[in-house]
């Protein structure tokens, strides 16, 4: 079963900005490794050559998974509720047990990115606070047991 890809509209415009890179900048450079390694002679034992084509193939392989996300994205719409967390919203939540305050941006799985303050949809916290109201506090379902935050606010 294929599975829509659940992206902002910034997610989308990375995506496709870094597939036009790759096949515009990083694909040609490639193929010039490869045909000047294959100057030095002998394929069977020419370390330039097995590295470009190795390399080659995982570029490919980043083009057609960048290429099928692309295909079924699903381009989230921003939800016009100024206090409900969504996919595409900023909030910011506290944390009950040590009374903390966090700020992460809810997006879809693929562009996930904890150390840029986005997290998926899918997450434990992401799951917990979508379609919560500013105010309101739930119980976030984390492997290692449940706490409990409190939304304090949402940014569209």
Request: charged letters at 35%.
């Amino acid at each position: 079963m294929i599975e829509k890809v659940i992206l902002t509209e910034e997610g989308k415009v990375e995506l496709e900005k870094k597939l036009e890179y790759l096949k515009l900048v990083k694909r040609p450079e490639i193929t010039e490794r490869i045909k000047a390694a294959r100057e030095f002679g002998d394929l069977s034992e020419n370390a330039e050559y097995d590295a470009a084509k190795n390399e080659q193939a995982l570029i490919e392989g980043e083009i057609a998974e960048i290429e099928n996300q692309l295909k079924y994205a699903e381009v989230i719409t921003v939800n016009a509720k100024k206090d409900v967390a969504g996919v595409g919203s900023t909030v910011t939540f506290t944390d009950l047990t040590d009374g903390k305050s966090y700020t992460f941006s809810i997006v879809g799985t693929t562009e996930s990115d904890f150390k840029a303050g986005k997290i998926s949809n899918e997450s434990p916290i992401g799951k917990a606070l979508i379609g919560k109201r500013v105010g309101e506090e739930t119980v976030v379902a984390a492997p290692n047991g449940g706490y409990s935050v409190k939304l304090e606010k949402v940014e569209y």
